[in-house]
């Protein structure tokens, strides 16, 4: 009897496909495994086996399966192909996105075009080459191998030869074929061992023969004895590599070399654990205070009622130190934890925290992992049988968990956990809630400053609530000054970036041997390049946005599709040498700063800075250890960073965040701006540190409660004005997005979009609307909203919006073919 697989492929498509298991495979394989199936012309894919049954598919040809990988093990468990599903249905994209995201590429083997000279290949009038042609065949004949599209075009130089295949495979100059490619390569050190076995002393009498007169080969020899413990007979011998035998012996590559060829000795490679934790000891938790453990004692009572609790405990309160007391209890239960934090920012200080409590049992998943440390990651998980805590950003959440007991969400309001692009766009919070969900688990969202959807849920009784007002150490919070730039202007204080107000605040935390941190939602020098004479501004050629003026490189930069311009002082439009750069960014601030006070060594954090792996953590290190005073950046220095001796903190033009044009912007605000002022005073000295918000709309009511660091003052402000125009958490959103390279098309199909869902979904539908950023990367967008019911079924909205789609398809609806049509579920 046969078997029959369904088969998920990583390719945005909405179904999976059926293939055959052969025969030999069949006892090999289960669900969650890898296998390797045809797909399409001749391509073959790594897909994951979502079912298997002995009922034939239906009544057409299925494939086979071309092989089983990891010996038919699951490498994608259960409850994970089921969230993946919940995940492809509620963010209203295809169960292959989701797969796409979630495995990282070294799981994920594919075929590859490969392209090799035809052997019986001979030039003639009718088979001549192109110019173009013969160059590639040039480069074929001679690498005298078959060669990938991209090796073809690195060594040619040439771009898009995938388009000269058709024509050479036709004049029978090529062979074409597909070869499987994996890209995952584990870690290896190299390795050095005796070539007897243990114990063999008559064989290592005679290698001691071999090496007389070499006295530093006899001296290698030893130390490999020495060292892997050959001389020991209880033991088997340890593993010694060949840098520790270099080392041990005093003796160059050469010297080991030679004992190989004398075949005393033998190289070999060992795989090893990229994460080896080898940092301090671990310690217990630390002590908690009164007001952490009774919020500890009231967060496992809320657990009882409820599956989500919010832990709402302002800035500096110690809520690291609850985390680690109940990773430790879930731990201690033989159950996993997931902490999720926004962004890598946060997670070097944090993690150095937790691994001194839970040392090797912590795992880490960094947004800047190369794809094979993801993969690492991925199996140690699959092997690992003790419980363990896994540290990571957004896409942890798609990790092989099979215990989850626990999932904190560490500062959740933020919006770096949404994923704007590519599909899925998921918000890990929410996502994590169903995913503890399916497993049992509790969740705890921490911040100082909630999600107002959040603490709406919190205080309607949907979650938990748990409050922690107490600064540890009793720190003080800091004090808030709100400056009227248009008036510090109008009386002369204000010729730079930084008000005289704003100086003196921070001269004087200098003064007092403290940092100070200037916070500009900007980077780059100049955000603006305009002519002075008519107002010409220059913009990106593919994008509907000014250019930002980066001095560092001397250019402008489109900040949404990183294109660089060079910048002209002479005017495109009315050729007068006009153009000036204005306004300012981190760049600017920062050499304004460094002006101002010329013997504080200052650093900079922004996206610029931090671009390698190891550059945010260089910097906070910088920063902590008082190399550096004074601290400029963008939004990166608003996340959790713990840092002890701030005095001072500006905010420059705060109402940039203040006036962005969506309904999240006052929360964004007020969020951002006490999460900056958070960076103050904590557990420093008696003086009170000073905060100064730099606006010229100082009586807009977020600064308000900014100044009285009133949150529920905030939240209430902000529930009302959601509730007046149903916004969330009253409603979902839904943005739907169209996007053409043709304006006019863009325009025509989503009139039609609108039309369409206005018949099905009536005045829930809004728009069409051209958002204020229209084309990106040469296509324009056109955006739709919907705002839907919360309790309504998402399932039930992506068959309707599915069924629209296919049905302009149907009826040959003009551009919809080359449009690109998406949703945004939940928009940040
Ligand atoms: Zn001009
Ligand atoms: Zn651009």
Redesign the pocket.
Known sequence: MSRYAEVLLPLPLHSTFSYEVPFDLAKNITVGSRVVVPFGKKKYYTGIVKSLSDIPPGNFEVKEIGLVLDNGKAIVKRPQLQFWDWIADYYLCSAGDVFKAAVPSGLKIESETFIEMSPDYEESPEKSLSQREALIVQALDHAAKRLSIADIEKMTGLKGVGASVGPLLQKGAVIISEKLVERYTPRRIRCVRLTCSHGDNDRIRDMFMAVKGAPKQEKALLALMELSGSNRKDSEPAEVTTEALRERAEVSNPIIHALAEKGIVEFYFKEINRFKYDGLPTTAAPRLSEAQAIALDNIHKSWIDHDVTLLHGVTSSGKTELYQHLIQFVLDNGRQVLFLVPEIALTTQLTTRIQKVFGDKVLVYHSKFSDNERVDIWRRLLAEKDPCVVIGVRSSIFLPFDNLGLVIVDEEHDSSYKQTDPAPRYNARDSAMVLARMHGAKVLLGSATPAVDTYYKAETGKYGLVSLSERFGNAQLPEIQLINTTRERQKGAMDGALSSTAKATIDKALNNGEQAIVFINRRGFSPVAV??????TPRCECCDVALTYHKAIDSLVCHYCGAKYPLQVT??????P??RTEGYGTERVEEEIAETWKEIPVARMDLDTTRCKEGHAGLIEEFSSGKARLLVGTQMVTKGLDFEAVGAVAVINADALVNTPDFRSSERAFNTISQVAGRAGRRSSGSKAVVCVQTRQTDSPVYKFVEAHDYLGFFNYEISQRKQYSYPPFTRLIHIYIKHRDSRLADEIARAYAQRLRTLFGNRVLGPEVPQVSRIQSLYIRKLMMKIEVEASMKKVREILRSVYIGFHECGLSGIKSAIVYYDVDPC
């Not at 002519?531 to 010409?536: A, D, I, L, T, V």
């Open positions: 002519c002075s004479r008519c107002g010409y005017c495109p439009a009315c050729k007068e006009a153009v």
